[in-house]
Nanobody, 125 residues
């Protein structure tokens, strides 16, 4: 079993920055890959980015590429999502997710085994 706890959400003006944290615990073999998703009432859960916890390699969705950066601190079992140049369309509830494998189709929410409770990010214009 894996437990994920997100933190760092909040309200910010457009152009600002936030850093989200995803603290993980439990079976390390079940959380080799960690992703961030976001969801708004009008949209399906959307993949934002994923990181291979061992290798540190990252992938991002097109809307956030060049603005968001994933990193990890394995000593703290924590993955970070640094969000810069935030836009109103980045508003949503952000969830971290974990799986034992970094799938090539990582943006599919159904492939992820464990989820955090979510943290709200609100970007005002």
């Amino acid at each position: 079993q894996v437990q994920l706890v997100e933190s760092g959400g909040g309200s910010v003006q457009a152009g600002g920055s936030l850093r989200l944290s995803c603290a993980a615990s439990g079976d390390a073999s079940e959380r080799k890959c960690v992703a961030w998703f976001r969801q708004t009432p009008s949209k399906q859960r959307e993949g934002v980015g994923r990181i291979d916890v061992d290798a540190g390699s990252t992938l991002y969705s097109e809307p956030v590429k060049g603005r968001f950066t994933l990193s990890r601190d394995n000593a703290k079992n924590t993955v970070y999502l640094q969000m810069n140049s935030l836009k109103p369309e980045d508003t949503g509830v952000y969830y971290c997710a974990a799986a034992s494998i970094c799938w090539s189709t990582w943006t599919s929410a159904r492939l992820w085994d464990y989820w955090g409770q979510g943290t709200q990010v609100t970007v005002s214009s």
